[in-house]
T-cell receptor
């Protein structure tokens, strides 16, 4: 149990286009989901906390208008990178909360912006 | 401000040996300390976790030791295997209710045959 999926697993896009990444909790309902960004050989950096039915809470320094988050249901949250640029290239990982503390992570999405 | 410090940055252990990774935290509000294992190109997977009311927790070959007064905790991997080669992150969160997880900087473990 506690499986979190992400789609797509990798994406290559041209600079200026928008990319949507889906995060799904497959076998449990998650009122809270989290989005992280990870650069090579670095730790995970929390971008935002997504709560079902309400606006996401963004970490300091994360552009809300660039990284649009929607948590439309208890099993789905989406991250849209708008007008992507090469510096947005990274590994994006979501997690879903289950129980009082535990987060289960998705497999990640590799974004490359040309 | 780095709230969870992790060391070493990298570690090479021979097969069958003990791998030890250390973490220290500053925020006394933290009350949940998970360890995650991450393979290249994959998301982190929860390995084992501990709460501060317990000094040690063991699951198979993995043991967490926790020192509340020193605000330190460590992961011990007994009988390390090449399949354990991965990056390990300690983490901390506080207060319950899906609190934000603060990650350590990671330790890249390589277990050599």
């Amino acid at each position: 149990g506690a499986v979190v999926s992400q789609h797509p697993s990798w994406v290559i896009c041209k600079s200026g286009t928008s990319v949507k990444i889906e995060c799904r909790s497959l076998d449990f309902q998650a009122t809270t989901m989290f989005w992280y960004r990870q650069f090579p050989k670095q730790s995970l950096m929390l971008m935002a906390t997504s709560n079902e039915g309400s606006k996401a809470t963004y970490e300091q320094g994360v552009e809300k208008d660039k990284f649009l988050i929607n948590h439309a249901s208890l099993t789905l949250s989406t991250l849209t990178v708008t007008s992507a640029h090469p510096e947005d290239s990274s590994f994006y990982i979501c997690s879903a909360g289950r129980g009082p503390d535990t987060q289960y992570f998705g497999p990640g999405t590799r974004l490359t912006v040309l | 401000q780095q709230q969870v410090k992790q060391s070493p940055q990298s570690l090479i252990v021979q097969k069958g040996g003990i791998s030890i990774i250390n973490c220290a935290y500053e925020n006394t509000a933290f009350d949940y300390f998970p360890w995650y294992q991450q393979f290249p190109g994959k998301g982190p997977a929860l390995l084992i976790a501990i709460r501060p009311d317990v000094s040690e927790k063991k699951e198979g070959r993995f043991t967490i030791s926790f020192n509340k007064s020193a605000k330190q905790f460590s992961l011990h991997i007994m009988d390390s295997q090449p399949g354990d080669s991965a990056t390990y992150f300690c983490a901390a969160s506080g207060g319950g209710g899906y609190q934000k997880v603060t990650f350590g900087t990671g330790t890249k473990l390589q277990v050599i045959p």
